[in-house]
């Protein structure tokens, strides 16, 4: 008999808590607006870029890329990076790889700042207006030989000039 008392107690007093309170959850007083403005002076966080390059090279689109790496000189308004890849690629295609990878560092960049356009066909991207660059193709067996290197090219802030191989240049 207390057991049922007791059940009976508890059941009114839930029904009784749960018409009392007021739901907020699905209609709240106050509904949050988004923020689409454009914040400034970003701080790039460069272990979140390499993070998003490593991602870039985990598939299979650049089956002769060994390794790459890039370093960041604020100071100079300098990126330079480097791409090992198998000794069996063409110029050409180093070159495409080397584009590539500008424009990878550049769409990473612009992920963390709203105000760097992103790269196209035409442009490295917005980074790479106020950031000159060096590009360096290195077949990975051979890196220490720069003759054998099959792009070795500086682009000045702005220039978006298209990447060549050492052959072409």
């Known amino acids: 008999m207390k057991k049922k008392l007791f059940a009976a107690a508890l059941s009114c007093v839930i029904i009784l808590s749960a018409g009392c309170t007021k739901s907020n959850i699905l209609d709240p007083e106050v509904k949050p607006q988004p923020d689409f403005s454009t914040v400034e002076n970003v701080v790039l966080e460069w272990k979140q870029v390499n993070d998003d390059l490593a991602g870039y090279y985990e598939y299979d689109e650049y089956p002769e890329v060994v390794t790459f790496n890039y370093a960041h000189r604020?100071?100079?308004?300098?990126?330079?990076?480097?791409?090992f890849v198998e000794g069996t690629i063409d110029g050409e295609t180093a070159a495409r790889y080397g584009a590539d990878l500008i424009r990878h560092i550049n769409d990473s960049i612009a992920i963390q700042d709203n105000s760097v356009a992103l790269s196209d066909e035409n442009s490295f991207g917005?980074?790479?207006?106020?950031?000159?660059?060096?590009?360096?193709?290195?077949?990975?067996?051979?890196?220490?030989?720069e003759t054998t290197w099959l792009v070795n090219m500086t682009v000045p802030a702005g220039a978006h000039t298209p990447i060549t191989p050492v052959s072409n240049e």
């Open 74 to 83: 604020d100071e100079e308004k300098m990126i330079v990076a480097q791409l």
């Open 126 to 145: 917005g980074f790479f207006d106020e950031y000159g660059f060096t590009i360096q193709v290195i077949p990975s067996e051979t890196n220490e030989d």
